[in-house]
């Protein structure tokens, strides 16, 4: 990775603490994202005792999954407290007075605070993308699942916010985009980290606004500061937004201006353990 793009965990909390109060009503991809993810698990046969919801946000999942899987234990982990204790609210006052249901973690994806094989499901939606490690991130995912259960993530792909990098270009020697993981990428990272049977497949979401100030204004509001290593440290000049607004403005169609979002979807699962006749583990071995 490029060093200019590797991102700041201390902003990234901080951007989302600050982010959680309001997040719900500007995260309107995010919620929709989360729609179609759950969409699929009605084609997938599951049923994990604990799940882990890696990057929960404000929870907007609990309610879905608790009503899916009501026996199951859902770990709602994310990076920022705020955010997490919003995601806790999710469950019923006497679930939560109780103990059981939901139970708030906050921790990394790179370095889940969870025993190895402690959950049946991990779900992540629209989290991989603020991770610095991602091969890292996913053999956190493969640690913490048992054998035979489920992965279950969404992402961003590299045409994400083609536009707003494209109006950036030539303004300043500052980075203002995330980078993103490639599909295949991604695909080759799950199976290099130990799962089985991955199935990825991506879409292309494109939002608009009437001008470029009202992205950066979605973007501030759901947390998605630039907190890469390469941004300007300062205030961006006047004159350097000046320039990104009038690049932007060549891309205006019917009135609005596009904002592109490449969705990637995957799934694979944790392999079941083989053993012998006598119940002894197969530990396959690969020659180098």
């Known amino acids: 990775m490029n060093p200019e793009h590797a991102l700041d965990k201390r902003l990234l909390r901080r951007s989302f603490e600050n982010a959680a109060a309001g997040y719900d009503a500007a995260a309107v991809l995010q919620h929709e994202v989360c729609r179609r993810m759950l969409a699929r698990l009605e084609y997938i046969r599951h049923a994990p005792a604990a799940i882990l919801d890696a990057g929960s946000g404000t ?3 609990v309610t879905a999954l608790r009503a899916r899987y009501p026996q199951a234990t859902l770990y709602a982990l994310d990076i920022a407290l705020a955010m997490v204790r919003r995601a806790r609210a999710r469950a019923p006052w006497w679930r939560r007075l109780l103990g059981g249901g939901v139970v708030p973690v906050c921790g990394d994806i790179e370095r889940l605070p969870l025993r190895a094989a402690a959950v049946g499901m991990v779900w992540s939606n629209l989290a991989l993308q603020w991770v610095n490690d991602a091969p890292c991130a996913i053999a956190e995912f493969r640690r913490v699942l048992a054998p035979g259960g489920l992965l279950m993530f969404s992402t ?83 004159a350097s937004l000046a320039a990104v607004e009038r690049n932007y403005e060549a891309l205006r169609r019917d009135g609005r201006l596009p904002a592109t979002f490449e969705v990637i979807y995957g799934h694979a699962w944790a ?18």
């Open 59 to 61: 929870g907007n999942v």
């Open 156 to 238: 961003f792909g590299p045409d994400t916010l083609k536009e707003l990098r494209a109006a950036y270009q030539g303004t300043d020697r500052y980075t203002h985009v995330n980078r993103f993981i490639d599909m295949h990428d991604l695909g080759d990272m799950l199976v290099h980290g130990g799962f089985a049977d991955p199935v990825m497949d991506m879409e292309y979401v494109t939002l608009t606004y009437n001008d470029v100030r009202a992205l950066m204004h979605d973007l501030k509001a759901i947390g998605a500061h630039n907190v890469t290593a390469g941004r300007r440290q300062g205030m961006t000049a006047r």
């Open 271 to 288: 392999p079941q353990i083989r053993t012998t006749a006598e119940g002894r583990p197969i530990i396959p071995i690969k020659a180098k």
